[in-house]
């Protein structure tokens, strides 16, 4: 059998294949356990002493040995759990889903809460600016204008850096040239887009969960949230009104401040990714309770959680919605929910999302995003789809409930037929045929292997199982 195994080992993308190496395995395993081969000659004996007591001749008694030996050999019950294992991750890797190892397997489908994370997994990631509103032109027919036409809004009203928004969004765009944030590479690309040309800031500092402040040209440029502009006490007027319409909107706004003053509010949105909906709703008919966890202010989370169909009344006591969370609190949140009892799966794909994918009980890293963030999840979505984690938690129920098939008959083969092995209907059915009465060793052999195959067939029956609703 060991010369088998090295070639085994290379059709493991087959699930028969896997199954037959969990075999090998198990086989050896029962060779080399000491304690089993004690317990064995133990019961032979007993067995032996039993038949010779009696009446029956030594090989009456032999043979009846033989057929006990050969049902009790617990090939079955070792493979219940590898073999359905081995298929359920062949299976999984066939619709786009890599499990790390069993435990994220088996454990997926003990959950009571998905933690999804809204930048790039709900959302597509890839933030566009839509509105630039200034402070001095919050009129009735300017307050909401759209990114789409800032071009000709701007040349018409006079050349590059001789009007206010030009240069506002200059200033703002050369002050995000080094962050690495979305929020701040789509300002980039908006003045880019617009031919702005950008200066090297001077300073620059990035405020973790806040904005960035820098130096570019002489200026003292301050740009990020709501929470930021209060902490610099950086008074608003009408721009903070203005920012709230369009986190109505579902728009992630930043105001602002050059050289201490308040000059503009912001507008950036996320398209919603294809499926996300639906993913929201097949994890919420599976009977788990869903959450989203962004750093985004409160209105912009409700109004795109809203869009992905996460009502109010869903999800855990919180709500629906973590929002305003800091990159480094997203770990601290999905630990305060498994001290309430729940067992937590987190969603997510960028690198500030890598410490909760390690703290949840399940992480499930989207295959588009970081290394790190996959690196730090038991399970990837290689499509990026988040339709995905729902397929991933029904392919862990179905292959439990498998295994727990795979025990049930395993056992009850044992707790049926080894009594009957050692002759036990003798003893009640005299009358009876000798072939009914006492079961024949080659009539044993062909009962136990008829087992495995059973236990390794019900496992391959993962392979037949659809993935969609």
């Known amino acids: 059998m060991l010369p088998i195994l090295p070639t085994r080992r290379q059709f493991l993308g087959t699930a028969a294949a896997g199954a037959a190496l969990a075999a090998d395995m198990t086989v050896l395993d029962c060779l ?35 057929a006990v030996l050969l049902i009790a ?18 299976k999984g890797a066939n619709q786009g889903i890599l499990f790390k190892n069993s435990a994220a397997l088996e454990l997926a489908h003990r959950l009571d809460l998905v933690i999804l994370d809204k930048t790039g997994t709900i959302t597509t990631g890839k933030p566009t600016l839509t509105d630039l509103l200034l402070s001095n032109q919050l009129s009735a027919d300017d307050e909401q204008p759209k990114i789409q036409n800032l071009k000709s809004k701007i040349r018409a009203e006079g050349p590059l850096w001789e009007n206010p928004k030009s240069k506002i969004l200059g200033l703002v765009a050369s002050a995000e040239r080094r962050s690495e944030h979305p929020l701040g590479q789509a300002v980039v690309q908006a003045a880019l887009a617009e031919g702005l040309p950008l200066a090297e800031p001077a300073t620059f500092e990035a405020i973790t969960g806040q904005g960035v ?137 960028g690198i500030n999302d890598a410490p909760a994918l390690a703290q949840a009980d399940v992480g499930i890293a989207i295959g588009t995003g970081t ?70 060793p080659a009539a044993a052999a062909f009962a136990m292997a008829f087992s495995s195959i059973t236990v390794v067939g019900n496992s391959l029956r993962l392979q037949q199982m659809k993935m969609g609703e």
Not at 41 to 49: A, P, Q, Y
Not at 399 to 421: C, D, E, G, H, S
């Open 371 to 440: 290394d790190i963030a996959i690196e730090a999840a038991g399970i990837t979505l290689i499509s990026g789809d988040l339709r995905g984690v729902a397929r991933a938690i029904r392919l862990s129920q179905a292959t439990m409930r498998t295994i727990k098939q795979n025990l049930f008959w395993a056992f009850a083969y044992n707790v049926l037929l080894i009594p009957i092995a050692a002759g036990a209907l003798a003893f009640f059915f005299p009358g009876w045929p000798v072939y009914l009465r006492e079961l024949h």
């Open 213 to 349: 402040a820098a130096s570019v040209d002489g200026h003292e440029v301050l740009l990020g949230n709501l929470a930021l502009m209060q902490e610099r006490q950086i008074e608003l007027d009408g721009l903070l009104e203005a920012g709230l319409r369009l986190q109505d909107e579902a728009k992630t706004t930043m105001w602002a401040a050059i050289d201490g003053r308040a000059e503009a509010v912001i507008g950036i949105a996320d398209t919603i990714k294809e499926g996300s909906a639906e993913g929201v709703a097949a994890l919420q008919r599976l009977g788990l309770q869903v959450m989203m966890i962004t750093g985004d202010n409160r209105a912009t989370a409700r109004a795109i959680a809203a869009e992905v169909g996460l009502a109010p009344s869903a999800g855990a006591a919180d709500g629906p919605v973590l929002a305003e969370v800091r990159p480094g609190d997203k770990a601290a949140q999905v630990a305060r929910l498994q001290q309430e009892g729940l067992t937590v799966a987190m969603v997510g794909d």
């Open 73 to 90: 050999c617990p090939c079955a019950l070792g493979l219940a759990t590898p073999t359905a294992i081995v298929v359920g991750m062949g």
């Open 32 to 66: 080399k356990s000491p304690a089993l081969a004690d317990e064995l000659k133990r019961s032979d004996k007993r067995l032996i002493l039993l038949w010779l007591a009696g009446g029956a001749t030594f090989t009456h008694a032999m043979i009846r040995l033989v």
